[in-house]
């Protein structure tokens, strides 16, 4: 209601909430827009952590890899069990990471209301190595894909899922495929790719609720394993 702006509601809401929560919701983290970054870090003690640029692709530029086979990758409608497994695997890989087991990603994917996702899955010699997920966009300059969620065993699985999902934005009449990371070496592999940097920037922030963390962990980016899936825009 219009009557209640600029009353200071939301503040007071967040900031009675951290407090009730202290030490019990140990970290409140997310990815503000631009209008209200700067209300976060002044009113409710966020930390502006980085901003992660956007990674696009030309489709235009990459018709070497349109046609290439790539083996061991398919499509499935639903995460099994064994994600579970892959996900404990890859547990020592990333400090900081959610949980991406089978009831996670049913719940973040293939039950989403409101959007709708391909996932990629690769397989070698029965043993799940990777998944990678995206989805189809037509936004302004015409029909994209988004790479939302990828995790991978190695640099070279990795490397596979994300041609494959190149070959299947491309199927699906896209011109551009876009995503962003902050793992640094998996960074590397897309630019090699050939994907570039765009400017389009999103602010990652947090909020340390608690004196049981370590900081020197949650305040460095290198220590975090985010993908566009974090955010709820996505």
Request: net charge negative; hydrophobic share 40%; aromatic share 14%.
């Given at each position: 209601?219009?009557?209640?702006?600029?009353?200071?509601?939301?503040?007071?809401?967040?900031?009675?909430?951290?407090?009730?929560?202290?030490?019990?919701?140990?970290?409140?983290?997310g990815?503000?827009?631009?209008n209200?970054?700067s209300?976060f870090?002044?009113?409710?003690?966020?930390?502006?952590?980085?901003?992660?640029?956007?990674?696009?692709?030309?489709?235009?530029?990459?018709?070497?890899?349109?046609?290439?086979?790539?083996?061991?990758?398919?499509?499935?409608?639903?995460?099994?069990?064994?994600?579970?497994?892959?996900?404990?695997?890859?547990?020592?890989?990333?400090?900081?990471?959610?949980?991406?087991?089978?009831?996670?990603?049913?719940?973040r994917?293939?039950?989403?209301?409101?959007?709708?996702?391909?996932?990629?899955?690769?397989?070698?010699?029965?043993?799940?190595?990777?998944?990678?997920?995206?989805?189809?966009?037509?936004?302004?300059?015409?029909?994209?894909?988004?790479?939302?969620?990828?995790?991978?065993?190695?640099?070279?699985?990795?490397?596979?899922?994300?041609?494959?999902?190149?070959?299947?934005?491309?199927?699906?009449?896209?011109?551009?495929?876009?995503?962003?990371?902050?793992?640094?070496?998996?960074?590397?592999?897309?630019?090699?790719?050939?994907f570039?940097?765009?400017?389009?920037l999103?602010?990652?922030?947090?909020?340390?609720?608690?004196?049981?963390?370590?900081?020197?962990?949650?305040?460095?980016i290198?220590?975090?394993?985010?993908?566009?899936?974090?955010?709820?825009?996505?």
């Open positions: 209601s219009p009557e209640y702006k600029k009353l200071g509601v939301f503040k007071t809401l967040a900031k009675e909430l951290y407090s009730s929560c202290f030490n019990k919701l140990d970290l409140i983290w990815f503000p827009n631009n209200s970054l209300g870090i002044k009113h409710l003690n966020w930390k502006h952590i980085c901003d992660i640029n956007m990674l696009t692709l030309d489709l235009d530029d990459v018709t070497k890899f349109i046609n290439e086979d790539i083996e061991n990758i398919t499509k499935i409608d639903k995460f099994t069990p064994d994600y579970n497994d892959l996900f404990c695997s890859m547990c020592d890989s990333y400090i900081i990471i959610t949980k991406r087991d089978c009831e996670y990603l049913n719940w994917f293939v039950e989403n209301p409101i959007n709708q996702y391909s996932i990629l899955e690769y397989r070698e010699d029965n043993i799940l190595k990777g998944y990678c997920v995206y989805k189809m966009y037509n936004g302004g300059e015409g029909v994209s894909g988004d790479i939302v969620d990828i995790l991978a065993i190695d640099e070279n699985v990795f490397d596979k899922l994300v041609f494959m999902a190149i070959q299947e934005v491309h199927k699906n009449g896209g011109v551009y495929v876009n995503t962003w990371m902050v793992n640094s070496l998996l960074i590397d592999v897309l630019i090699e790719i050939g570039k940097y765009t400017n389009n999103t602010h990652f922030g947090l909020c340390i609720n608690s004196n049981k963390l370590d900081l020197n962990e949650i305040l460095n290198k220590y975090w394993y985010l993908t566009m899936s974090d955010s709820d825009v996505y």
